[in-house]
């Protein structure tokens, strides 16, 4: 995802500390997703009052608002909505005002989701809310069903309306599940009619783009959205990224708006790389490929001093029996309330076994024992550890064995905090057993 720089709203500087507000808000809201995931809450449908519930969020109806707005009281809050609405909307309505707890000034003053956005700092905090919005309603590892079937808007609209989600939470989930390289933008209108992009979202194989690339023409035919629901489709040059194919469909503006805002999707001629950097393979992988340093990933649990004799923990220990001696010393003098999310690097010439404690208990569980909050956490740990000594991670299938953790789910995990950051990420399967012969 790539953002604009120079943001006004003191708000979004209080979130981000100096990092990018989008990067910062789409974190936020990915822990929370994860960690209610943890803690049960599931879908689809991704019930954002359940959500809020979950959350200790106060939940109340009022039909003399227009959608949903967001009263703080005392150290958390009380959402109100308007009952009214159609149910998609009431779901994108809240899932939005439960991002403004995202922001550290939330309890400041009452966020309106119907409130009058003259001020430009007020509509970046809109903008990042309906991005966190769009991570709830559509979370990570869900929907990969929608990439069957035809991708055309209209297509898409449909299948929004079957779904029955925000037009920018479906737009978003389908980039991100994508494999063609395609870009989904959303735009907003200046009191002068001036379209400008207030956000983009890049699929697997997108090229990297910066929102500076793309310039659009003053006369762009996104104009042709001139009401919600609105759809175009063409072919326009927008600055740096060249001629494009252009999809999009009007969509609520903010409020004094007298244009709608407009989403699509762009797909331009080139840009897709060469070689992946999520793959997959056959093979081993206590025996990591390429050359330069290498990091080796591992799940291990919260509990046990020694890890598990079956699986790929055992292999790693037969293979580095001092990254498991290592390990027991380090997670002995480690708080067993500190464990979860924590991750022991251990360094042997040019591979480091990353052991990443992802996995509440061990031995026959009623639900899962994989903890994906954590495993996130995990992951981050392991991207700075590769960005500083610019290596390559490997890792088999985690989370799928004794973790009992859905694999969609962590693949989506694997690719936001590995591949995203230009990491090059490789999982190994073992090659298929041939079919042994029967004797006669």
């Not at 709203?9 to 990092?19: H, K, T």
């Not at 037969?318 to 027991?328: G, L, S």
């Not at 480690?334 to 996995?359: C, N, P, Y």
């Not at 989370?399 to 591949?419: C, F, K, M, N, R």
Request: glycine share 8%; net charge neutral; with cysteine.
């Amino acid at each position: 995802m790539t953002n604009r720089t120079g943001w006004k709203s003191e708000s979004v500087r209080a979130l981000a500390g100096g990092s990018d507000p989008v990067r910062a808000i789409e974190a936020k809201a990915r822990e929370l997703v994860l960690d209610a995931m943890d803690k049960g809450w599931s879908g689809p449908p991704f019930d954002p009052i359940k959500l809020a519930r979950q959350l200790g969020i106060g939940i109340a109806v009022s039909d003399e608002i227009n959608d949903a707005r967001l009263i703080p009281t005392g150290k958390t809050a009380t959402i109100e909505y308007n009952p009214n609405r159609p149910r998609g909307r009431i779901r994108f309505s809240v899932a939005h005002e439960i991002a403004h707890t995202l922001f550290p000034d939330f309890a400041v003053a009452t966020r309106y989701r119907d409130a009058a956005r003259k001020e430009h700092a007020d509509r970046e905090v809109e903008t990042l809310c309906n991005i966190a919005a769009a991570e709830i309603i559509m979370p990570v590892g869900s929907f990969r069903e929608m990439l069957q079937g035809e991708h055309n808007i209209n297509a898409l609209m449909e299948l929004r309306r079957k779904l029955d989600v925000s037009t920018e939470a479906l737009l978003m989930r389908y980039v991100r599940l994508s494999e063609q390289p395609v870009l989904m933008f959303c735009a907003s209108a200046s009191e002068k009619g001036d379209y400008h992009i207030d956000y983009i979202v890049g699929s697997r194989a997108a090229a990297p783009t910066r929102l500076s690339d793309i310039e659009l023409p003053k006369k762009s035919r996104i104009r042709e959205c001139t009401a919600i629901g609105f759809t175009a489709s063409f072919d326009e040059r927008w600055g740096a990224v060249g001629m494009a194919h252009i999809q999009c469909v009007g969509l609520p503006g903010f409020e004094g708006s007298r244009l709608p805002r407009v989403a699509g999707l762009l797909k331009s001629g080139g840009g897709k790389r060469s070689e992946p950097l999520l793959r997959y393979v056959h093979g081993d992988a206590t025996e990591p490929r390429n050359g330069g340093s290498k990091i080796v990933c591992q799940i291990v649990n919260d509990q046990a001093l020694n890890w598990s004799p079956r699986g790929f923990p055992a292999a790693v220990r037969r293979r580095w029996p001092k990254a498991q001696e290592e390990y027991r010393e380090w997670v002995a003098g480690t708080g067993r309330k500190e464990r979860l999310g924590a991750v022991h690097f251990w360094t042997e010439h040019d591979v480091t076994v990353a052991s990443m404690i992802a996995q509440a208990g061990f031995g026959p569980a009623t639900d899962f024992r994989l903890r994906y909050a954590a495993l996130a956490r995990c992951l981050s740990a392991v991207a700075g550890r590769a960005q500083e000594e610019i290596a390559t991670v490997h890792m088999p299938r985690i989370g799928t064995g004794q973790a009992g953790g859905s694999w969609e789910l962590v693949e989506e995990i694997i690719y936001d905090e590995l591949p995203s950051r230009g990491i090059q990420t490789t999982i190994y399967d073992l090659p298929p057993q041939p079919q042994q012969l029967e004797l006669g």
